[in-house]
């Protein structure tokens, strides 16, 4: 069964600091992962995607993610966190046609310090 | 242009009374979406359309959780009746296909529901 792990609740990192948020998944076939995020009473907007090729995928807003088949991990970066950064972000893996499936994780929440 | 609409923002029943969430998806999209935030559950994928037919909903409590997609703007899910475990952020999602390889599914700013 598929399933996605985000080890980190709340993260606190200081503007401008450089930032990484830990993502794990289980899934039997090719994935295709997401990374979401979630600002208050907002929904959630896509950051960036990964389904096939360049294992390092640039997204919105200035975010990589890396994609590592043999670790299942699909963590997202960024080398400068902004204040606005702050939010909550949620990994996701997709299954089915179209990935239509999206199975989330628990979330991180980021706290940026002036 | 508009993204996914959602009303009411707000509700707060009572338990046992019947609650009607709404979703206006973006216009031209095919595939909608229902899911639910609770803090100790995540979000979960209750059920979704393509083209007004449901395509999934094995997420969705059957006895008192219903969904409808009546045209290709508007649908609806009715909690009947509900219970405090049903207080949460029930969101709205939309996208479309079409020769791509995955939905990217944009997302509505969700109903907040407060079950006493």
């Known amino acids: 069964a598929q399933s996605v792990t985000q080890p980190d609740i709340h993260i606190t990192v200081s503007e401008g600091a450089s930032l990484e948020l830990r993502c794990n998944y289980s899934?039997?076939?090719?994935?295709?992962l997401f990374w979401y995020v979630q600002s208050p009473g907002q929904g959630l907007q896509l950051l960036l995607k990964?389904?096939?090729?360049?294992?390092l995928v640039q997204g919105i807003k200035g975010f990589e993610a890396e994609f590592k088949r043999s670790q299942s991990s699909f963590n997202l970066r960024k080398p400068s966190v902004h204040w606005s950064d702050a939010a909550e972000y949620f990994c996701?893996?997709?299954?089915?046609?179209?990935?239509?499936?999206?199975?989330f994780g628990t979330g991180t929440r980021l706290t940026v310090i002036p | 242009d508009a993204g996914v609409i959602q009303s009411p923002r707000h509700e707060v029943t009572e338990m046992g009374q019947e609650v009607t969430l709404r979703c206006k998806p973006i216009?031209?999209?095919?595939?909608l979406f229902w899911y639910r935030q609770t803090m100790m559950q995540g979000l979960e994928l209750l059920v979704y359309?393509?083209?007004?037919?449901?395509?999934?909903d094995s997420g969705m409590p059957k006895d008192r959780f219903s969904a409808k997609m009546p045209n290709a703007s508007f649908s609806t899910l009715k909690i009947q009746p509900s219970e405090p475990r049903d207080s949460a952020v029930y969101f709205c999602?939309?996208?479309?296909?079409?020769?791509?390889?995955?939905?990217?599914?944009?997302f509505g700013p969700g109903t907040r529901l407060t079950v006493l």
């Open positions: 996701a893996v997709g299954v089915g046609t179209g990935a239509n499936n999206l199975f």
């Open positions: 899934y039997g076939a090719t994935p295709y």
């Open positions: 359309f393509n083209n007004k037919a449901v395509m999934d």
């Open positions: 216009s031209g999209h095919d595939y």
């Open positions: 990964y389904f096939s090729g360049d294992t």
């Open positions: 999602a939309s996208s479309f296909l079409r020769g791509r390889t995955y939905n990217e599914q944009f």
